[in-house]
């Protein structure tokens, strides 16, 4: 705690603040003692929200870590190299080991608690044995409330906990399965309980925008193109070659069945059983990855999929201009209905798509920042690209502010 009565707090690979959101949301009082980013326009977008912080260096190779310890150290290591995105490369990857210069921080500096981030891939790396490394650098008391007797000698004395949290369980829609360390120092009440799960009451459409520029839609040409007419049935549709605005795939088959008068569906190729994942209005579907024969999971029932660098995905949607009795222009009266959940968002989550009726249309930078849980006031200064790659790489902010409520503060 500083002079001010301010928690000190700092944090590695900062992104676009989802730790300063976390506080905001919670209310506590808190001083950057300093922020990390290499990006260029991360680093314009976090300090047009939150100002420059006194110490801002880009390189965790080049940063100076801070004498007097803090009470809050958070850490997020670029999560590529153990996600499939990444190729899962691991440690082999050079962002793989940028974990030890968090390791070297908390050694150093020795602050209060410690938060680390990362995907759930993390944890079958190697087998799991990059997982189980992190762990013996970091328990060096206990892990998960059990005592560690031999610990490994370069280990910190911490208590740590770990545990993968899934932001649909906090109140975000998005399906987005996160591993996340809780490190508390060994002089420091090492009780923690991590938060309780709620149900999810927010939906896909709570977060979408109501009038959306022209330019998130693909043109009618693209759309036929996509979705084209086959074997003479109205209400069969499947992809013909893909379009090089959304970068859609046609290997992903999508054809609109009718199980009911007023039940259409889509098949969507997946390496199930059947061969497919049916989706229907409301449920998102995921686009990575179309080649794959082996990716399943392509549909979120209700949610939206993660929001990955690329957000290939899709949520189908009515289109209410017919109910509307053509009063109104066709793009000015889309009322998106989309009970469903996102799915996870990458840092392309420009490529996301939502099907209405024919057509087909990105998620908005907003929407993505929203499925993230950053508040509307959050400041958008730079390209759609650039947004949707920093929404995507960033953390969900109910997530983390869950998890720092637990901390004794």
Not at 48 to 56: D, F, L, M, Q
Not at 209 to 214: F, I, P, S
Not at 239 to 265: F, N
């Amino acid at each position: 705690m500083g002079k001010n009565g301010k928690l000190r707090v700092g944090s590695d690979f900062s992104g676009i603040g989802a730790f300063d959101n976390a506080f905001k949301r919670l209310g506590i009082e808190y001083e950057t003692v300093y922020a990390c980013d290499m990006d260029k326009y991360t680093r314009q977008s976090y300090i047009a929200n939150y100002g420059e912080p006194k110490y801002y260096p880009e390189n965790v190779y080049d940063r100076e870590i801070p004498r007097h310890s803090l009470d809050i150290y958070m850490t997020s290591p670029p999560c590529q190299a153990f996600s499939l995105a990444g190729k899962r490369k691991g440690e082999t990857d050079k962002r793989g080991v940028l974990f030890y210069n968090s390791h070297e921080f908390i050694q150093k500096n020795k602050p209060r608690y410690f938060i680390f981030e990362n995907v759930k891939g993390l944890l079958s790396d190697d087998s799991g044995k990059t997982f189980q490394r992190w762990l013996d650098f970091l328990g060096g008391k206990s892990v998960n409330g059990n005592p560690v007797i031999f610990p490994h000698e370069e280990s910190v004395p911490y208590h740590i906990y770990w545990k993968v949290l899934n932001a649909k369980h906090y109140g975000v829609p998005q399906n987005r399965e996160r591993v996340f360390i809780v490190g508390i120092r060994d002089d420091s009440d090492n009780v923690f309980n991590w938060p309780k799960p709620f149900p999810l009451t927010k939906k896909l459409k709570d977060v979408l925008e109501e009038n959306v520029d022209e330019k998130y839609f693909l043109s009618d040409k693209l759309i036929h193109t996509l979705f084209e007419t086959s074997s003479g049935s109205e209400n069969q549709f499947s992809p013909a070659i893909p379009c090089d605005i959304e970068k859609v795939s046609p290997e992903i088959t999508a054809r609109i069945h009718k199980m009911g008068r007023q039940d259409p569906y889509l098949k969507i190729k997946s390496a199930t059983s059947k061969g497919y994942e049916t989706a229907t209005e409301n449920d998102s579907i995921n686009f990575s990855q179309p080649n794959s024969e082996t990716r399943r999971g392509r549909v979120g029932k209700e949610v939206a999929q993660t929001l990955d660098t690329s957000c290939n995905q899709g949520v189908i949607q009515l289109n209410p201009s017919k109910e509307s009795g053509g009063k109104q222009p066709y793009q000015q009266n889309r009322v998106y209905d989309g009970n469903g959940v996102s799915t996870t968002l990458d840092g392309a989550c420009g490529k996301w798509g939502v099907l209405n009726e024919y057509k087909i249309r990105r998620l908005t930078p907003r929407e993505c920042l929203r499925l993230m849980d950053f508040p509307d006031s959050f400041k958008i200064v730079c390209s759609d690209s650039q947004t949707y790659k920093q929404a995507g790489n960033s953390i969900v902010v109910a997530v983390l502010a869950s998890i720092i409520e637990k901390l004794n503060l």
